[in-house]
Every structure is written in structure tokens, then in C-alpha cells.
Antibody, heavy 116, light 112 residues
Framework: QVQLVESGGGVVQPGGSLRLSCAAS????????MYWVRQAPGKGLEWVAF????????YYADSVKGRFTISRDNSKNTLYLQMNSLRVEDTAVYYC?????????WGQGTLVTVSS | DVVMTQSPLSLPVTLGQPASISCRSS???????????LNWFQQRPGQSPRRLIY???NRDSGVPDRFSGSGSGTDFTLEISRVEAEDVGVYYC?????????FGQGTRLEIK
């Protein structure tokens, strides 16, 4: 079945870096655009970044532009989010989600905590 | 950006009774291709979001038929015909018609 599994979260100090991964299975990963979405503790959902199926175009929320980089390796069926210059307000559960027009599958999420 | 506004934000419901959540968008969500890209998601406590409804009224596989979506243009509704204990959680609407995608604030459904 379609599955997305995130990893790479953890505790990091402000200004630090972290790289998240999202392993996809059960569908042809290279056919679909992919999202990163985050949810701060007790808050709602916020779109973070999107990458086209072939990696040719990438889009970012203003809150992370210039600090985060989305990428993918279609040979490994894996989506990435490189997060640099992390801030306290980036603390959240980060989810990957499938498909530009559907959001029909989400991973279980990985928690990123930015704290000194 | 398109703003999605849900109401109510908190919804206490008696088991077996109906529930209704409203979602309004700041612009019509009809895409130039004729589709309306309005989804509904359920997030149970401690879980990731799960899509329930896509393109206004299409129920996802495995979603009980007590869930239904309706609406058009800027006004949309998620209805639960008879609330069960497993329906507790937060419900979000989301639009994908315009870039960037945007979510409603969420409606917390609890059992009265």
C-alpha cells in the first residue's frame, strides 16, 4: 500500500541544521509532486515546501525561504528537506504528503525541536 | 493568498447526533479546468492528518458513509450524520485551486 515514512527529526540549537527524509513506497514516486507540511505544537497545518515530480521546480513558504531546501532522489524514492539557520519558531512535527492536487497520503511525521 | 475560514472552531456533539462544519474561502475555488479543489482532512489525537473528502464531495476509500461533503464556489460543508466516538479529533479544510495551498484553522470535535 501507499506509504510515506519520515525520519531525521530531533533536538537542535537555534542556528543549527537538520536534514529530514521521507521514504516513499507503494506508488511510482517519480510521477508525483511532493510536499512538506508542518504543525507546531497545538497549532494548525502549514505548507512549507513543494517539489515537482522531476525536481525541476521548487516552491517555499515565505517563512522558510532562503533557509530550507527541498530535494528528491527518484532512484531512491526519497524526499528530503534540508533545514538551515533553524529558529525556535520552526519547532514542529514535519510531514511529507503526496501529490500536487490531492494530498492523498501523509507520513506519520517527525518532530523537530529547536531549543537552546 | 486564499484565506480559508472554518466555523465553529470547537464542536461538542452528543454521540449519535449529527455534526456540521463550515469552511469559507476568500475567493471562489473553481479552477479553470472546471474542478473545485477543496479537501477535508481528519486528524485524530496523536495521529497524522487523513484525507476524508476530495474535490468537495468525493469520499476517500475506507471513509464511512456517515461523512459527506458539499458546497460550491466559496462555501463548503462537512457533515457527519451520526457522530461516533472514533470521530473525535480536529477537522481541516484545504484548498488546492490556487497557489500556495492553504488550510483552515481546524475545528475540534469532541463528545459532549
Amino acid at each position: 500500500q501507499v506509504q510515506l515514512v519520515e525520519s531525521g527529526g530531533g533536538v537542535v540549537q537555534p542556528g543549527g541544521s537538520l536534514r529530514l527524509s521521507c521514504a516513499a513506497s507503494g506508488f511510482t514516486f517519480s510521477n508525483y509532486g511532493m510536499y512538506w507540511v508542518r504543525q507546531a505544537p497545538g497549532k494548525g497545518l502549514e505548507w512549507v515546501a513543494f517539489i515537482l515530480f522531476d525536481g525541476s521546480n521548487k516552491y517555499y513558504a515565505d517563512s522558510v525561504k532562503g533557509r530550507f531546501t527541498i530535494s528528491r532522489d527518484n532512484s531512491k524514492n526519497t524526499l528530503y528537506l534540508q533545514m538551515n539557520s533553524l529558529r525556535v519558531e520552526d519547532t514542529a512535527v514535519y510531514y511529507c504528503a503526496k501529490d500536487r492536487w490531492n494530498f492523498d497520503c501523509w507520513g506519520q511525521g517527525t518532530l523537530v525541536t529547536v531549543s537552546s | 493568498d486564499v484565506v480559508m475560514t472554518q466555523s465553529p472552531l470547537s464542536l461538542p456533539v452528543t454521540l449519535g447526533q449529527p455534526a456540521s462544519i463550515s469552511c469559507r474561502s476568500s475567493q471562489s475555488l473553481v479552477h479553470s479546468d472546471g474542478n473545485t479543489y477543496l479537501n477535508w482532512f481528519q486528524q485524530r489525537p496523536g495521529q497524522s492528518p487523513r484525507r476524508l473528502i476530495y474535490k468537495v464531495s468525493n469520499r476517500d476509500s475506507g471513509v464511512p458513509d456517515r461523512f459527506s461533503g458539499s458546497g460550491s464556489g466559496t462555501d463548503f460543508t462537512l457533515e457527519i450524520s451520526r457522530v461516533e466516538a472514533e470521530d473525535v479529533g480536529v477537522y481541516y479544510c484545504m484548498q488546492l485551486t490556487y497557489w500556495p495551498p492553504s488550510f483552515g484553522q481546524g475545528t475540534r470535535l469532541e463528545i459532549k
